[in-house]
């Protein structure tokens, strides 16, 4: 029997995962937030993060109700990536206004993290904050990459994304 991982050795792995996407996509913020009352974590409040320099992290904040978000649920509908180029252009999908407001999303790409019992416990999210964009291939093959990688760290309730 395998021993349990702690959240420090999690949040570590996903630190790493995270450094690396924020690096390859030159995103302003990268994180990720998952449902695991046990471990004290809920999407409210991201897990790990990494942040470009000057940008306000997230950590602690749970003011916004996420999984409640347009986004979110679209997410949750269709368990895809949701590729924003400009997080204003569609209003009936626009993240909660405080995401652009107080943290400065003008784009981003959100992943679904899909749970053994296929509830969505969580996500990978990357922010974009110098104004609207369209994203490269590589930027998106980056994020795939995040994901996976995210979905294969140990002590996790959700399976492995496929090649």
């Known amino acids: 029997m395998n021993a349990p991982v702690d959240n420090d050795a999690l949040i570590a792995a996903f630190r790493e995962a995270l450094e690396i996407l924020r690096a390859e996509t030159k995103a302003a ?10 471990r004290g974590w809920s999407v409210n409040t991201p897990c790990a993060e990494a942040l470009a320099p000057g940008m306000r992290s997230m950590m602690g904040d749970g003011s916004i109700d996420h999984r409640r ?16 180029g400009d997080v204003t252009a569609d209003p009936a999908m626009a993240p909660p206004p405080a995401l652009i407001q107080t943290f400065g999303a003008k784009a981003q790409i959100v992943g679904p993290l899909i749970g053994e019992d296929d509830y969505l416990v969580g996500w990978l999210s990357a922010h974009f904050a110098e104004g609207p964009r369209t994203f ?12 996976k990688a995210v979905s294969r760290i140990a002590g996790l309730p959700y399976a492995p994304l496929k090649e």
């Open 136 to 147: 490269t291939k590589a930027q998106i093959a980056a994020f795939e990459r995040a994901r």
């Open 29 to 38: 913020r990268t994180t990720v937030r998952l449902d695991l009352p046990a």
């Open 69 to 84: 978000a347009r986004s979110i649920r679209w997410i949750e509908k269709h368990r895809r990536l949701l590729i924003q």
